[in-house]
């Protein structure tokens, strides 16, 4: 018996499995094989209750506005320590066949940020220069 026999792919849920469903949908937009963008939905239907009132809050004025793609432009993401990860990102690209190249999107030099307090509270005592 060939699998093609016994699995066959249904158009309809038979009653047997629709009717103990309740507002069950099917979204053709949202892939299965992508874990990130369902991740990303069910965010964002966590956010449309407070947005539509249904979970209003004190919180809700602290609540950030609602951006479509996050901070990385739902791309993939390759840190690395050095400038010795270009090449290497490259080579992958190339060997894997995956159009639109990389991007630099931080600093190339490890820098902290401006808020990051550079001075130590501690003071300098003899035997340790500072």
């Given at each position: 018996?060939r ?72 791309h ?20 894997t ?34």
């Open positions: 018996m699998a093609r026999e016994f699995i066959a792919e249904q158009r309809e849920l038979p009653p047997e499995i629709s009717e103990p469903l309740r507002y069950t949908y099917i979204l053709p937009g949202l892939s299965a094989a992508d874990p990130y963008r369902n991740y990303r939905f069910g965010v964002a239907m966590a956010r449309a209750r407070s947005d539509l009132g249904q979970d209003a809050t004190e919180a809700e004025k602290f609540m950030p506005a609602w951006k479509t793609e996050t901070a990385f432009g739902e993939g993401v390759v840190s690395g320590f050095d400038s010795n990860v270009d090449p290497v990102i490259d080579m992958a690209l190339t060997m066949k995956t159009p639109g190249g990389k991007k630099l999107v931080s600093t190339a030099p490890s820098q902290e940020p401006a808020s990051v307090d550079k001075k130590s509270p501690i003071k300098a005592f003899k035997g340790y220069p500072r």
